[in-house]
């Protein structure tokens, strides 16, 4: 590993202006309203009347009561067509947008009790005066803050049904508050030199540019500094608490606010009461949400004692490091304890002491078991000795019953488990989070959880491996049905991991995390009970996608076991060692054997990739962990029970284990028959940019005559600053990316053209598409209803026929604007890896490439 045959790096061919194409259809209603502007400035007009005098009576009525006065201006709903009204709302009409939504509304606020600016543009539509069209976009606006149709956006699906709130009742809940107005950054490109300009000019310019910004975030850092603090009055006007759960293991003057690009969130608990004011009058709130519920750890009978000779010795001091945050560990166990790193072990639970951080969780612990699949992937050795791949770090989150408590707020947790780590002295870069909701994950905002792990993965560059998350044996919570409840149902397996109730759960949605589910061991057929999965088929417990904005979640699965069942109606569940992987076992509370087959979960999924990560780590110590996450992906395969699969069928298996199986051997090396293509370096686009990488294909892959099966792989890895206040992926990330590749037989000249605006487009073009089996658009691959482009990782493939190979394959990256626009700094940072593998292993592939990669790389040096 990675011997004769190392992975190649790309050619960066050139960089500029990306030709990007998009089509909006006209909105009726818009169009209606313009052809009937009195009627529609009339309602707008009386909307507006209505806001207002709710505005001013509530503002009394709260000076009688002795409440604290919230600054912000006074909050109301409006509806429009689109997202392109919200600059207009912001620019136009000065007007704060708060959140968007996925159904055309928008909560907003304005400091402006009249709306002065608001009804002179509405008057001004109703006379066709010029720019007042986008008027007739605004389809209506909500009287008043407390309106039923802003509270029923602000609260979640499953606390909106308890509203009211009773007053007396104390809640512990998780609040968001919107800091940013329409675009959460500077607004204006850094400036650059002009044609000509003298260097004393040039500075003046920077000098004022500079200046600007810095006024610019200075102010926006007073408004959330200003919206905590009236936060904070609120809270306390009510007697309730933040509850960050930072009592013992962090100091006191911890932040105990989840910041974000345009928002902040903070878990609190009060009374109803309290939260009724919150949610009616707080103009910059945006959701209220119930803190999630987690699976706790199945009783399991105790395991038989054996005789073993196995001696793990530490690994190398550089090692990479693998953060397992959890449960805890057991560090002094035998198979676990010369690749503790114990001095930086810690535990974040509310109260608890931070060196109080071994596994409690009975009888066989939960965090001890995820650590030893780091280390062991397939089966604990019995005897001889090995060295850990690996140190292993201890960040205990859970507490014994495998929960984590209502105090601690996880964004939080993980906030301070990422400085803790990362910043320690082995800069960790790898954390494996077997961590997740016992629910399905909601898909109308990405959950605070879930963003903070896309935050600091772009910010820190580190991988979070994350489980998919479980369903459980049995439920009783509506709504949530478990194994047991779907068989007693005739909902069969695998079908019902296609309900919207076995959705990955939160925070396995995280566009950055690299989501594992998990597959069976075996097929296994016993005297009285059988697996209800086949070998490497999903897993009966591992809940599926898609994920948010229909990314593609999870993106690879592992093995995690199975369940068994008997004949009866309602089938009994089991999880027998036939059906379980072998895992490092906790002996904290039983003389037992140090390892045992007999639990199941994603939780024993995802550290079996983290092991695959610790390799690349290696491999490559000073690349991105963007890398790292697209080489597992790019290495994944879909098992042999594929094969045949077609149709509709397609896309359940997408579903249920994304991109597949990855491998080691794939994903760390090549063959004689297969090349691997890798950016060199972490590459930055902004908006409205592209950058060209190409393979050269030698021409005795490509002949005529030479028909050679050759399955193209490309695997684009991602990340930029993510907000939360809007509906769509492409508000959430600052920018986002896509790639296109060259076609069929096609030029690079012809494909520069479809690549770049800054060439002549009316030159024809030329070749096919490749055929890919996901396509950019959900309708155009050969899976129907999914897309490669939804996520941070977008990988494709095709099976072309040697001969319609491209002389030069390229591939294009471009930059399109998130939330941030074209604003400076905006940019996302990526990796790409590109890879061709004859099918049949009947045509040498890496050599030939290799030897056009170095001659390509010769002719750009001497151009150069």
Not at 310 to 336: K, M, N, Y
């Amino acid at each position: 590993m990675p011997g004769e045959f190392p992975h190649l790096n790309l050619l960066e061919v050139r960089r500029g202006p990306a030709r990007l194409t998009g089509f909006r259809d006209p909105d009726e209603r818009a169009a209606a309203n313009r052809a009937n502007r009195p009627a529609h400035s009339g309602q707008l007009l009386s909307g507006l009347s209505r806001v207002t005098a709710h505005r001013l009576e509530l503002t009394a009525q709260r000076e009688q009561a002795g409440l604290p006065a919230i600054p912000g201006g006074m909050p109301f709903l409006v509806q429009v067509t689109d997202s392109s009204v919200l600059e207009f709302l912001a620019k136009k009409l000065g007007i704060e947008v708060v959140a968007e939504y996925s159904d055309g509304f928008v909560i907003v606020a304005t400091q402006d009790v009249n709306l002065a600016e608001f009804q002179a543009i509405v008057r001004e539509f109703e006379q066709s005066a010029h720019g007042s069209g986008l008027a007739a976009s605004v389809l209506a606006v909500f009287d008043d803050g407390s309106s039923e149709e802003r509270v029923r956006r602000i609260l979640t699906e499953s606390l909106h049904p308890q509203w009211p709130l009773p007053d007396g009742q104390i809640y512990i809940l998780e609040v968001s508050v919107q800091t940013a107005g329409l675009v959460g950054s500077f607004g204006s490109k850094p400036v650059e030199p002009r044609k000509n300009e003298q260097p004393e000019q040039f500075a003046a310019r920077l000098h004022a540019w500079e200046q600007e910004r810095d006024r610019t975030m200075a102010a926006w850092e007073e408004v959330r500094m200003q919206r905590e603090a009236a936060l904070e009055s609120l809270v306390r006007a009510y007697q309730g608490e933040f509850l960050t759960g930072f009592i013992d293991s962090i100091p006191a003057e911890a932040e105990h606010f989840a910041a974000f690009p345009d928002s902040f969130s903070a878990r609190i608990r009060m009374s109803g009461k309290g939260f009724k004011d919150l949610v009616q009058n707080f103009p910059n709130l945006f959701e209220v949400a119930e803190p999630d519920e987690l699976i706790g750890a199945p009783a399991l009978s105790a395991a038989t004692a054996t005789a073993d000779t196995f001696e793990l010795t530490p690994p190398d001091d550089d090692a990479p490091t693998v953060c397992v945050v959890d449960s805890g560990i057991q560090e002094g166990h035998r198979w676990l304890a010369p690749a503790i790193d114990a001095a930086s072990s810690r535990c974040f639970l509310p109260g608890v002491p931070a060196t109080e951080v071994a596994d409690l969780v009975r009888p066989g612990g939960h965090g001890t078991r995820v650590a030893g699949a780091v280390l062991y992937p397939r089966e604990v050795p019995k005897a001889g000795t090995a060295k850990a791949v690996a140190w292993l770090q201890n960040a205990r989150i859970l507490d014994a019953g495998c929960l984590i408590p209502d105090r601690l707020f996880p964004a939080l947790a993980l906030q301070q488990v990422v400085a803790h780590f990362h910043g320690g002295p082995k800069r960790t870069r790898i954390f494996n989070h077997s961590v997740g909701a016992s629910q399905p994950c909601r898909l109308n905002r990405m959950s605070v959880w879930a963003a903070e792990i896309d935050l600091l993965s772009h910010r820190e560059d580190v991988l979070f491996i994350q489980a998919a998350g479980n369903i459980s044996g049995t439920s009783n919570v509506p709504g949530a049905p478990g194994v047991s409840e779907h068989l007693a149902a005739n909902r069969a397996h695998p079908a019902y991991l296609l309900e919207a109730s076995s959705r990955i759960s939160n925070p396995a949605q995280s566009l950055q995390a690299l989501t594992v589910g998990s597959v069976a061991l075996a097929t296994f057929r016993g005297e009285n009970h059988q697996s209800l999965a086949e070998a490497e088929h999903p897993s009966a417990f591992s809940r599926s996608g898609l994920g948010m904005w229909s990314s593609i979640k999870p993106e690879v699965v592992e093995i995690g076991g199975d369940y068994a069942r008997d004949a009866g109606q309602p089938p009994r569940l089991s999880f027998p060692p036939e059906v379980c992987p072998e895992l490092v076992r906790s002996t904290l509370h039983e003389p037992t054997a140090g390892y045992a087959a007999d639990e199941v979960g994603t939780s024993y999924a995802a550290p079996k990739v983290a092991h695959l990560a610790c390799h690349l780590q290696v491999l490559f110590p000073t690349h991105s962990a963007l890398l790292y996450r697209a080489l597992i992906v790019h290495s994944a395969r879909w098992p042999a029970w594929t094969v045949g699969v077609g149709g509709e069928d397609q896309l359940g298996v997408l579903k249920t284990i994304g991109y597949g199986l990855p491998d080691l051997a794939r994903a760390t090396e090549n063959t004689e028959h297969r090349v691997t293509l890798i950016t060199d370096t972490v590459y930055e686009l902004e908006a409205g940019e592209a950058a060209v990488f190409s393979v050269p294909i030698p021409a005795e892959i490509r002949r005529p005559g030479l028909d050679r099966l050759i399955r193209v792989d490309v695997t684009l890895s991602y990340s930029a600053e993510a907000r939360r206040t809007r509906k769509a992926r492409t508000g959430y990330l600052s920018t986002w990316l896509d790639w296109i590749s060259s076609r069929r037989r096609e030029t690079e000249e012809s494909f520069r053209r479809r690549a770049f605006t800054d060439t002549d487009e009316n030159v024809a073009r030329n070749g096919d598409s490749f055929g890919w089996v996901l396509e950019k658009r959900p309708q155009h691959g050969d899976i129907v209803g999914a897309s490669r482009d939804n996520g941070t990782v977008q990988r494709d493939w095709a099976f072309v026929p040697s001969y319609d190979l491209p002389e030069v394959f390229c591939v294009a990256v471009r930059g399109h604007a998130g939330w941030a626009g074209d604003a400076a700094g905006a940019k996302a940072r990526f990796v790409l890896v590109v890879s061709f593998e004859a099918v049949n292993a009947d045509v040498p592939i890496y050599v030939p490439v290799q030897a056009e990669i170095e001659a390509a790389r010769v002719r750009q040096e001497v151009q150069v």
